[in-house]
């Protein structure tokens, strides 16, 4: 796989809210409302909107990352109440760059949920019915007692760091959306880190699916328009068979829902390619076509929707929480030291029926 870009804002460690444009006016001074939104990430330039809090002034920053995807925000502490006009920014913010990085936060499983409560309320992951199946008992090392929150840990089921577990382990996190094997599934995600090692791997890339799809030639384009796909729940994002489950044989025992291959936004309106995760053998494919025909198609759309341009990558730290887009973006992790442990608590965004543009067009 090529490399991956870093984070310009954690690596450089500045703050560029002091530049301005050639007519002196800083990016701070442009109100928020009038900012390129809808997934267009290519202005690059920092945002402030001041927000009156009774006789308080508080500053919300946006800043871009300079890729395709993401910005880090400032100014807010989520481990307080978050006023309604912070809440819509961030809503719009989270729109427009898909992936939101919040540094320097000391949260609680249940300010986590709040924090969820915010972008359309806190959901479990459809995960969680396997483990419970399989016997594992909530208020372990695999489980949460608390049902909206998922670890995602290198933990074995004694507490100790390993390369393989029941869940993702310490193992590579090839690209794929969340839980996309769900009827409905999330639109975001976030993921809080409590226990990470600054040079144990684990960095998290994330990829605009936005830009994926307006750039993709005509002829893919047109391929994917009326495609469906059944999305494969047997496995986790790791490949990892989940309890209970059992590794396809063809693709008619593939399991799991059918969503269309490209679906609107509806935060944006926008169109935009909806992958979801694609396993070795027999997993993800295009419904009412032959099996090596979706695979062909299949293969030049991943091939596209992954490139490096359309990516940013984010190495962690503790005390971080990164909201995501499931809707629009992608996210794929590096392998973790397995010797060394790694701890992730993560909710995840209540979703919304997909749409598929063509629906789209007829119902309007």
Request: aromatic fraction near 8%; glycine fraction near 10%.
């Amino acid at each position: 796989m090529a490399a991956r870009r870093c984070d310009p804002v954690g690596q450089s460690g500045r703050d560029a809210s002091s530049k301005s444009d050639r007519s002196g006016t800083t990016a701070c001074d442009v109100p928020y409302s009038n900012q390129r939104r809808g997934g267009d990430t290519r202005l690059g330039r920092n945002r402030t909107r001041r927000i009156t809090e009774g006789h308080t002034i508080s500053k919300l920053e946006v800043i871009p990352t300079g890729a395709a995807v993401g910005a880090e925000i400032k100014g807010v502490d989520l481990s307080k109440p978050v006023p309604d006009e912070v809440k819509q920014a961030l809503v719009e913010a989270w729109h427009e760059h898909l992936v939101l990085l919040f540094r320097e936060q000391d949260l609680s499983d249940e300010q986590i949920l709040a924090f969820g409560n915010l972008f359309g309320g806190a959901r479990g992951s459809t995960s969680r019915q396997f483990y419970l199946k399989a016997g594992y008992k909530p208020g372990g090392h695999r489980i949460s007692k608390v049902p909206g929150i998922t670890y995602i840990s290198n933990l074995d089921d004694d507490g100790n760091p390993t390369k393989v577990n029941a869940g993702l382990g310490s193992l590579e996190v090839d690209w794929h959306t969340d839980n996309s094997y769900s009827e409905t599934p999330p639109a975001g995600t976030a993921l809080y880190s409590r226990v990470v090692q600054q040079d144990g791997g684990g960095d998290t890339s994330f990829n605009n699916q936005y830009v994926a799809y307006d750039t993709l030639p005509k002829d893919l384009k047109e391929a994917c328009w009326g495609k469906y796909q059944k999305h494969d729940i047997s496995r986790n994002s790791a490949g990892v068979v989940r309890p209970t489950l059992k590794t396809p044989e063809s693709p008619e025992d593939v399991e799991g829902p059918v969503h269309p291959l490209l679906r609107v936004h509806p935060g944006t309106g926008k169109t935009v390619m909806y992958l979801g995760r694609r396993r070795t053998g027999f997993s993800n494919h295009l419904v009412d076509m032959p099996y090596e025909e979706s695979e062909a198609l299949l293969t030049e759309l991943w091939a596209h929707a992954t490139k490096d341009e359309f990516m940013w990558t984010h190495k962690w730290k503790v005390g971080e929480l990164v909201l995501w887009d499931n809707r629009s973006a992608m996210h794929y992790r590096t392998e973790v030291d397995p010797t060394r442990p790694r701890v992730m608590h993560r909710t995840m965004i209540e979703g919304q029926p997909l749409v598929a543009p063509w629906d789209a067009s007829a119902a309007a």
